[in-house]
Nanobody
Framework: QVRLVESGGDSVQAGGSLKLSCTKS????????MGWFRQFPGESREFVAS???????NYVDSTKGRFTISRDKDENTIYLQMNSLKVEDTATYVC?????????????????WGRGTQVTVYS
């Protein structure tokens, strides 16, 4: 059974930083890594970043240069360092197990999700 537990969400002023953590127990068949998604109120989840077992990383364009994903494989934990936060980054950040997409990138979620952690950025 796969279980994902996030932590680190908080309220922060625009321009500030936060670091999110997600620890996984268990392993899903065919998984290639772990990733972060975020959900805005009333909208579907969007991809933020992923870290593959092979050391690869992927980011959505809106976070490149501001967010950094890292992984501690021994601890089955990923981190999301978020710098220069903007009001529009306000969302629930959800950790997920990811799988290979059609183009080979390790970004596709399936059914393995955490409960999420709230990030609120105020001006």
């Amino acid at each position: 059974q796969v279980r994902l537990v996030e932590s680190g969400g908080d309220s922060v002023q625009a321009g500030g930083s936060l670091k999110l953590s997600c620890t996984k127990s268990g392993r899903a068949f065919g998984e290639c890594g772990m990733g972060w998604f975020r959900q805005f109120p009333g909208e579907s989840r969007e991809f933020v970043a992923s870290a593959g077992d092979d050391g690869s990383t992927n980011y959505v364009d809106s976070t490149k240069g501001r967010f950094t994903i890292s992984r501690d494989k021994d601890e089955n934990t990923i981190y999301l360092q978020m710098n220069s936060l903007k009001v529009e980054d306000t969302a629930t950040y959800v950790c997920a197990v990811v799988f290979r997409s059609y183009d080979g990138t390790c970004v596709r979620p399936d059914v393995y999700w955490g409960r999420g952690t709230q990030v609120t950025v105020y001006s």
